[in-house]
């Protein structure tokens, strides 16, 4: 795998400014998120500086590159292909940059739409590519960004909220499935969130039965 300095050299020369102080942004936020959640930094930090490393192609290139490379295109992402650019950049990921880690795939294949059933490491990207640093037009920005480090579940859950408003004022039919793709994802994080809720429900009372049925804090 390349070393995090020789991937920015490259990425620097093949990104425009916004998009590169976009990338960088992305990276330093997805370690601080990561940081605070537990989660696996030096990943984090991969993820979040190639996960748009294919987003200066343009939409016939990242249909050539999917063609070739045998790449799964859906009928929605074919006429609108600037949706590929995860898939590809996670093959590139791979291909020329030499990462192997499916977890860091993954989390730079899906970091647009999100997905169902998404890992930590899949959030963190996904979160840290809406709040980054150099981000200014989102609603709720400051609060979002609050909201990411004390509670990620519930910070995807906003984020794909808000994707889908914006979906759906630019309307058109092209992309109804991607609107379902983010209900499924949302409906999906909801589960998990609510599944950790009863996790720590059922950890509680397991502490008090150890503690003979006396509430102690820990």
Same mark, same amino acid.
């Given at each position: 795998?390349?070393?995090?300095?020789?991937?920015? $050299?490259? %990425?620097?020369?093949?990104?425009?400014?916004?998009?590169?102080?976009?990338?960088?942004?992305?990276?330093?936020?997805?370690?601080?998120?990561?940081?605070?959640?537990? $989660?696996?930094?030096?990943?984090?930090?991969?993820?979040?500086?190639?996960?748009?490393?294919?987003?200066?192609?343009?939409?016939?290139? %990242?249909?050539?590159?999917?063609?070739?490379?045998?790449?799964?295109?859906?009928?929605?992402?074919?006429?609108?292909?600037?949706?590929?650019?995860?898939?590809?950049?996670?093959?590139?990921? $791979?291909?020329?940059?030499?990462?192997?880690?499916?977890?860091?795939?993954?989390?730079?294949?899906?970091?647009?739409?999100?997905?169902?059933?998404?890992?930590?490491?899949?959030?963190?990207?996904?979160?840290?590519?809406?709040?980054?640093?150099?981000?200014?037009?989102?609603?709720?920005?400051?609060?979002?960004?609050?909201?990411?480090?004390? &509670?990620?579940?519930?910070?995807?859950?906003?984020?794909?909220?808000?994707?889908?408003?914006? %979906?759906?004022?630019?309307?058109?039919?092209?992309?109804?499935?991607?609107? %379902?793709?983010?209900?499924?994802?949302?409906?999906?994080?909801?589960?998990?969130?609510?599944?950790?809720? &009863?996790?720590?429900? $059922?950890?509680?009372?397991?502490?008090?039965?150890?503690?003979?049925?006396?509430?102690?804090?820990?």
């Amino acid at each position: 795998m390349m070393e995090i300095q020789e991937i920015e $050299e490259i %990425l620097q020369q093949k990104q425009n400014p916004h998009r590169y102080r976009h990338t960088i942004g992305v990276r330093y936020t997805s370690i601080c998120l990561a940081m605070r959640y537990g $989660e696996d930094m030096t990943k984090a930090s991969y993820a979040g500086l190639l996960h748009d490393c294919a987003k200066h192609m343009s939409g016939e290139k %990242l249909l050539e590159k999917c063609r070739s490379h045998q790449l799964p295109v859906s009928e929605v992402e074919a006429k609108n292909p600037f949706l590929l650019h995860g898939r590809v950049g996670a093959w590139l990921a $791979e291909h020329k940059y030499g990462v192997g880690d499916p977890e860091i795939l993954s989390a730079i294949e899906w970091h647009t739409t999100g997905k169902l059933d998404m890992t930590l490491l899949e959030k963190i990207v996904f979160t840290a590519d809406y709040i980054e640093p150099g981000r200014d037009q989102a609603p709720n920005l400051a609060w979002l960004r609050q909201l990411a480090f004390t &509670d990620i579940d519930q910070a995807v859950c906003e984020i794909l909220k808000q994707t889908l408003d914006y %979906l759906r004022d630019q309307g058109g039919r092209s992309i109804l499935p991607q609107k %379902l793709l983010i209900v499924i994802t949302y409906r999906s994080v909801q589960r998990q969130r609510m599944q950790n809720d &009863d996790s720590i429900t $059922e950890s509680a009372m397991r502490i008090q039965i150890i503690n003979g049925g006396k509430h102690e804090s820990v």
